[in-house]
């Protein structure tokens, strides 16, 4: 092997040593565990319309449901188990977003309800929020004026 | 003492270290070390509210252990010299804060319990000191806590990332080895930070691989000596990854270090059976393998001449979110058996 | 028994293929990209609300379902059609309400039930 004396090549020697993630796997893992809990999703919305709800209040009865589920989890101590075999698979589902606003809430109960609970509750999700609702207020200004 | 070549201290009496303690949790009591260390934890939070709470509980006990031990009083202990990974090292000054023995709180990162070593042995070959204690501890949640997300998010660590052990090691070194046989500390090498612009966090062990590198290299030339002078080379916690970098780096520079070096992060888990991808890593690692392991190897003469390179990753969860790159260090220690 | 009779299969077949599909987008982007899991849950609740402002991701919600719709990209599309729909009933005013007003459910759920598991839960270490 010839030497290696330059920043860059030694980020390239790295890049080049450093293991991937194995990702077939992770991909196959994240298919199904995604596709699964889209499917639950399915279900409740299917057994809200058989009730008679209208498809909006379906959608959010869904997401409030499957937000529940992955609190609970989260608090039993399973979610990071089934977020490390699934990866995006229960990431980008909204479980995955209420898995980041619920972890933080329990890890930093330490320091106090007020601070710690509430303050850290949102150092994950709270970018989602923040970038999210920015969106929607500047398509809503657009759509104000040009539509 | 005197200084030799460009950063090495030889010692004139060489130091003894008189004893060692270690502690560590669960998970290093199923890897493949356990039975080596003095006390196994089966749960990280041993009774404490917090996992602030338990990693100074660790270094509290770990340090009183030591003390009972050694067989000497704990007001012959001169000074400590101790330190962690948490924010303004609360474990180590938390934990010890009854002691009353006078402290000196250390950071080096992970290299910590070298950097402790360094300036312990050279109190006690200075006359400064006759006994003084060095220690070092992290907690893989606290640690997680600290640098990287809470323990209940859902998400994957790359194959990189290393695992922060749970565990404290500590040793005292004194300029009297009460009648016992016990290794000695001949010379230290203290080594520079070396960048060389490692960003990701989650690959310490490639960006602390160079400073290793550049400490050995030093402490070779230094001394004179070949990487065959000694029985074992040990890092700590370059993992798998920085393990590999530094053994073909050590190749293309003229040294082979293949049969006579290994590191800590790399021994205390069983990569397979236990999921920890690259291996140990935290200021618990090299101290709690060296004081319970290689200690131990010494003292029964299994090996005579071991180097120890701890290496750290000076870096905090604000630079890397500001995109700087992760400054590595590495200290050397020398510790030999001689014929006394 | 009824319910059961009246699911369609075919539909919960298309939720489940787009569902997984777009997570695997999601796991590329986290074993190729090396960004943090905060950073792609703010990518796809973002492309959610363009792709939604721009009409695409109807057709998507049309197609699969909960497949589009539980996904954050649905979370986004959501913000977005709340926040037209609102701005065309009632202006300005409604740019800013309809958005946090589509998804309200889902954010009070989520802060609610983090509370909530806050109380009742201690952290634990991962075994893994």
């Not at chain 1, 790295?14 to 991909?27: A, G, H, R, Y």
Request: aromatic letters at 10%.
């Amino acid at each position: 092997m010839k030497s290696i004396d330059t920043k860059q090549e030694y980020l390239d020697y790295v890049d080049q040593k450093s293991p991937n993630s194995p990702i077939l796997k992770n991909c196959f893992n994240a298919f199904w565990v995604g596709g699964l809990i889209c499917s639950i999703g399915q279900i409740i919305f299917d057994f809200c319309k058989y009730k008679g709800l209208d498809t909006t209040s379906s959608s959010t009865i869904v997401s409030i449901i499957l937000i529940g589920i992955a609190a609970f989890l989260t608090g039993l101590n399973i979610f990071n188990k089934i977020g490390k075999f699934a990866g995006a698979g229960s990431l980008v589902p909204i479980t995955g977003f209420a898995n980041s606003i619920v972890s933080p809430a329990i890890e930093y109960k330490s320091e106090g309800y007020v601070m710690g609970v509430g303050g850290k509750m949102f150092t994950v999700a709270g970018p989602v929020l923040v970038f999210g609702i920015s969106a929607s207020v500047i398509v809503g200004i657009i759509a104000t004026f040009f539509v | 003492m005197t200084k030799i070549g460009l950063q090495t201290i030889k010692f004139d009496s060489a130091p003894y270290i008189l004893e060692t303690s270690s502690i560590v949790g669960p998970k290093e009591a199923e890897g493949p070390l356990a039975k080596y260390f003095d006390q196994c934890l089966d749960d990280e939070f041993w009774g404490e509210k917090t996992w602030e709470k338990a990693e100074s509980k660790i270094i509290k006990e770990n340090v009183n252990a030591l003390v009972a031990k050694s067989g000497i009083a704990s007001t012959d202990i001169d000074y400590c010299f101790t330190g962690d990974l948490l924010n303004q090292c609360i474990s180590s000054s938390f934990g010890l804060r009854e002691t009353n023995i006078p402290f000196f709180g250390i950071f080096g990162a992970c290299s910590t319990f070298a950097e402790g070593m360094c300036l312990g042995s050279t109190f006690v070959d200075s006359k400064a000191a006759n006994n003084v204690i060095c220690a070092t501890s992290s907690h893989f949640c606290s640690a997680e806590k600290q640098f990287r997300f809470p323990l209940e998010l859902g998400n994957q660590r790359p194959q990189s990332a290393q695992w922060t052990v749970t565990g404290s090691g500590a040793v005292i070194l004194s300029n009297n080895n009460l009648g016992k046989q016990c290794p000695r500390i001949t010379c230290i090498t203290p080594g520079k930070i070396v960048d060389m612009g490692v960003k990701d966090a989650n690959n310490m062990g490639a960006a602390m691989a160079p400073a290793a590198l550049d400490t050995l290299l030093t402490h070779l030339k230094d001394t004179g000596r070949k990487p065959s002078y000694y029985d074992v080379i040990i890092t700590g916690d370059l993992g798998y990854v920085g393990k590999e970098i530094l053994t073909e780096l050590a190749e293309t520079k003229g040294y082979n270090i293949k049969n006579n070096y290994d590191d800590c992060g790399v021994l205390i888990f069983d990569k397979e059976k236990q999921d920890t991808h690259s291996g140990g890593s935290g200021c618990g690692c090299i101290a709690t393998v060296f004081s319970g392991y290689f200690y131990q190897m010494l003292k029964e003469k299994r090996i005579n001449k071991l180097l120890l390179i701890a290496t750290g990753a000076l870096m905090n969860s604000t630079s890397s979110q500001q995109g700087e790159s992760i400054p590595g260090i590495a200290h050397a220690v020398a510790i030999e058996n001689l014929d006394n | 028994m009824d319910f059961l009779q009246s699911i369609d299969w075919m539909q919960l077949l298309r939720c489940f293929v787009v569902g997984g599909l777009i997570c695997i987008v999601g796991q590329i982007l986290i074993d190729k990209t090396k960004l943090t899991s905060a950073r792609i849950l703010v990518i796809f609740v973002t492309t959610g609300v363009i792709l939604g402002a721009l009409g695409i991701y109807q057709y998507v919600i049309d197609f699969a379902g909960c497949g589009a719709t539980v996904p954050l990209l649905g979370f986004g599309a959501n913000l977005a059609k709340g926040a037209i729909t609102e701005a065309q009933n009632s202006g300005l005013l409604g740019a800013f309400i309809g958005g946090v007003k589509a998804s309200a459910g889902g954010i009070a759920a989520a802060v609610f039930f983090g509370y909530i598991a806050s109380l009742i839960a201690k952290p634990k270490i991962k075994k893994q």
